[in-house]
């Protein structure tokens, strides 16, 4: 059971978002419609970030230097806002589900 376990955890995509004081990169990040995957999340910068999205209902706050990561289950084709809530003019983001 443990293999069958494992094996579904090495089909989940993995996409890196990196946030420095309230900047994000990339931007857009393009991932499959209908299909679970990760965000691993990286403030690379000095300050505190908060990466949240009200329509995936997902938030997570990082001190400097951290790394992180959400799961998102599948969405259906469509743009998803994400934001730094503590750099909101500088830290705004989507996710393409194509």
């Given at each position: 059971?443990?293999?069958?376990?494992?094996?579904?955890?090495?089909?989940l995509p993995v996409f890196r978002l990196d946030c420095n004081n309230g900047v994000f990169?990339?931007?857009?990040?393009l991932v499959p419609a209908g299909k679970k995957f990760k965000i691993e999340i990286y403030?690379?910068?000095?300050?505190?970030?908060?990466?949240?999205?009200?329509?995936?209902?997902?938030?997570?706050a990082l001190s400097p230097q951290s790394n992180s990561f959400v799961v998102v289950?599948?969405?259906?084709?469509?743009?998803?806002?994400?934001?730094?809530d503590f750099h909101i003019?500088?830290?705004?983001?989507?996710?393409?589900?194509k």
């Open positions: 059971m443990a293999m069958s376990a494992l094996a579904a955890g090495e089909d990169t990339p931007k857009q990040l403030n690379t910068g000095t300050e505190a970030i908060e990466f949240e999205s009200r329509q995936l209902r997902k938030e997570k289950f599948p969405l259906e084709p469509g743009e998803y806002k994400f934001f730094d003019q500088t830290g705004q983001g989507s996710i393409i589900a």
